[in-house]
């Protein structure tokens, strides 16, 4: 049972363009969380989703940030026209139900150059 | 406004020099609280959850325990491989909120 991949693992944008993380939960696993993380920060929550649903995305700047989980396929956050204090390390973590322990991916090292 | 607190922010240790750090949370409807240890680039790793004030969970070095208002991850006669970040998260709602870390060093 793989577990949560993410990819890409890093990804360097000028400023301007958009950036797509994608986000493939473990099997079986229904909810998606996505954070951030600054150098020496903690996680940052940003959203929360279940398929198909936004339940959360109140860490989730109004402006630039979506994200969505689709009935099929991974959970994509995009950052559209990215500026330099996009540059972070985004996690994404799966569960099978609200309230249960996250499972982490890897992390995409976001570069806005 | 913080809601989750971690204390101290880093602390150096040399091995075998047990300790605890400390997570206090603002959180009024706890409904659990989470430990994980991330280790540099990577993502978090799980440890414990706890769920209820004056329960505790042990796993090799470590030790959690709950109350009201924070919980403790202790650590006994520690090995330089348990040098990690670890973080809290309680939760009271679909929403995990962690805290900013300690950054555990042990040394040889």
């Known amino acids: 049972n793989a577990g949560v991949m993410q990819n890409p693992r890093h990804l360097v944008r000028r400023r301007g363009q958009e950036a797509r993380l994608r986000c493939s939960p473990m099997k079986g696993h229904s909810h998606v969380y996505w954070y951030r993380q600054l150098p020496e920060e903690g996680l940052k929550f940003m959203v929360y989703?279940?398929?198909?649903?936004?339940?959360?995305e109140s860490g989730m700047p109004k402006e630039r940030f979506s994200a969505e989980f689709p009935k099929e396929g991974p959970s994509i956050l995009r950052i559209q026209q990215v500026v330099r204090g996009d540059s972070a390390a985004y996690f994404c973590a799966s569960s099978p139900r609200s309230g249960e322990k996250l499972f982490f991916g890897s992390g995409t090292q976001l570069s806005v150059l | 406004e913080d809601q989750v607190t971690q204390s101290p922010e880093a602390l150096r240790l040399q091995e075998g020099e047990s300790s605890s750090l400390n997570c206090s949370y603002t959180?009024?409807?706890?409904?659990?609280l989470f430990w994980y240890r991330q280790d540099p680039g990577k993502g978090p790793e799980f440890l414990f959850t706890l769920y209820s004030a004056g329960e505790e969970k042990e796993k090799e070095r470590l030790k959690a325990t709950l109350t009201k208002k924070e919980s403790f991850l202790h650590i006994t006669a520690p090995k330089p491989e348990d040098s990690a970040t670890y973080l809290c998260?309680?939760?009271?709602?679909?929403?995990?909120?962690f805290g900013k870390g300690t950054r555990l060093h042990i040394l040889p």
């Open positions: 959180v009024s409807g706890l409904r659990g």
């Open positions: 998260a309680p939760y009271e709602d679909d929403k995990i909120i």
């Open positions: 989703l279940q398929k198909e649903n936004i339940i959360d």
